[in-house]
């Protein structure tokens, strides 16, 4: 395996990419008793619609989320109890942009990775338990339907897109899940479970060299076809509607605003332009910014009040949400503000250097966050940047280059806004 130490912070690095094509990462943690690992498909909720050896295929919405509740499942029983029974924390999650099966153990190590990866490679279901899902994933689409956070985000997402999906949520719908058979669940495991479209990701009390020979004798040793994904028409950066109203038992209004930034940045620019992007919206808005600080003590936001950039089925999304006592209205109306006085002005560059250390200093925090690392590093993986170089590229960012993109990146006028209001609806 290849090692590359990042002194600095005191981390090595060991990577390789099997002749299968799948991409290993380790990040030994000597002193720790506990490990986490993490296996990943380039693959999420809005991967729809692809083409795989001249085969095009359109699936329902909520098929990579159906994918994972019965990827536990395995000829000798539930793979989630086998690996509980070892005293491992395991458990998966689907967002739009891939899927990720991971434990979190201090003994039997090895044991689970063969665990994990067996269970997660070959797939093993029946109709009646493809069946008996169904209502389990009913009931979980229903909880969402039920809660306003999610309400005002996907009511946002469809604000700003006609066509792409992620205006649909990553569990689908009811009906949408009622289309799905093992047929289907094994076509797509079979287009998208290949190593060549995964990442083995693992930080902690582990050895590198038996991470690669495990996944070497476990894993398929074919490199296999990566199928391509079609999001859709192109949509320019115009939203579909600029306000959505629902009303919904909540004691204060709650508020989405998002705004489409175009297409994903290319892997060579990703990392920077995602640094960037990070430390332009924490002057702008952060929990230091003056402009959340007025409005706080304004009564106008309040601690539920964040911001995010997204990068999922080929487009960027930012988006500020949280809760209000006020008008929402007034929130859209000050970040406007504050985004067209940025436009002018720019950022105070004592604001800018103070923003850069404390986002180094999160960072340096993060490197114990074994999760968040061995999940980044996936991430970093299918976006073609590796998250640890991070911390040698920040230094290069400046003042300048935060207002440059405010200044290009966030258009006040194509905001699109969502909000639940307290009531039921008319």
């Known amino acids: ?12 690095l060991y990577s390789a990419v099997l002749p299968n094509g799948l991409s290993i990462y380790v990040v030994p943690k000597p002193g ?37 509740h019965k990827m536990f499942d395995t000829e000798e029983g539930d793979a989630l109890m086998k690996m509980s029974a070892t005293g491992a924390d395991p458990n998966a999650f689907t967002s739009q942009a891939m899927t990720a099966y991971h434990f979190e153990c201090t003994d039997a190590f090895a044991e689970n990775l063969r665990t994990l990866l067996s269970f997660v490679s070959v797939p ?32 946002l997402m469809k604000s700003l897109f006609r066509e792409n999906p992620l205006r649909d949520s990553v569990a689908g719908t009811v009906e949408s899940i009622a289309q799905i058979t093992p ?18 990701c693992v930080v902690g009390n582990a050895d590198p060299s038996m991470v690669e020979q495990i996944a070497g004798e476990l894993l398929s ?43 994903v940045p290319a892997p060579a620019e990703s990392q920077l332009y995602r640094m960037t992007a990070g430390l332009a919206l924490r002057c702008l808005c952060g929990r230091s910014s003056p402009f959340y600080l007025k409005h ?7 601690a539920t009040f964040g911001c995010d950039v997204d990068f999922s089925a080929g487009q960027t999304v930012i988006s500020f949400e949280g809760e209000t006592a006020k008008e929402p209205e007034a929130v859209l109306s000050a970040l406007r503000e504050e985004i067209l006085r940025v436009h002018r002005q720019g950022f105070d560059p004592a604001l800018f ?15 114990t966050n074994f999760r968040g690392l061995a999940v980044g590093l996936a991430e970093g993986c299918f976006a ?11 230094g290069s960012i400046t003042c300048a280059d935060a207002d440059r993109w405010v200044r290009e990146n966030l258009d006040p006028e194509r905001f699109a806004m969502s909000v639940v209001y307290p009531g039921e609806e008319a």
């Not at 209502?135 to 309400?151: F, H, K, L, N, T």
């Not at 949509?235 to 004691?251: D, H, I, Q």
């Not at 073609?384 to 920040?394: E, H, M, T, V």
């Open 1 to 12: 395996m290849q090692r590359t130490d990042y002194t600095a912070v005191g981390e090595t």
């Open 32 to 68: 720790y008793r506990r490990s986490f690992a993490v296996f990943a498909a380039n693959y999420g909720g809005a991967d729809r619609r692809f083409t795989l050896g001249g085969r095009t295929l359109d699936t329902p919405a909520g098929v990579a989320h159906y994918l994972e």
């Open 124 to 155: 093993w279901f029946t109709r009646e338990s493809v069946d008996k899902e169904r209502g389990i994933i009913a009931q979980e689409i229903r909880m969402y339907e039920d809660s306003p956070d999610d309400v005002v985000y996907m009511n």
């Open 183 to 200: 047929e289907l669940l094994y076509d797509c495991h079979r287009t998208f479970y290949r190593p060549s479209n995964m990442a083995l």
């Open 221 to 263: 040793p074919e490199r296999s076809e990566i199928p391509g994904r079609d999001y859709g028409q192109s949509e320019g950066r115009e939203p579909v509607r600029p306000l959505t109203k629902a009303y919904m038992p909540v004691s204060a209004p709650i508020f989405a605003i998002g705004e489409k930034l175009g297409p």
């Open 296 to 302: 706080y003590d304004g009564g106008l936001l309040n």
């Open 353 to 367: 250097d103070r923003q850069k250390k404390a986002s180094l200093g999160g960072r340096i925090r993060g490197l």
């Open 384 to 394: 073609g940047f590796q998250p640890l170089d991070a911390f040698g590229r920040i």
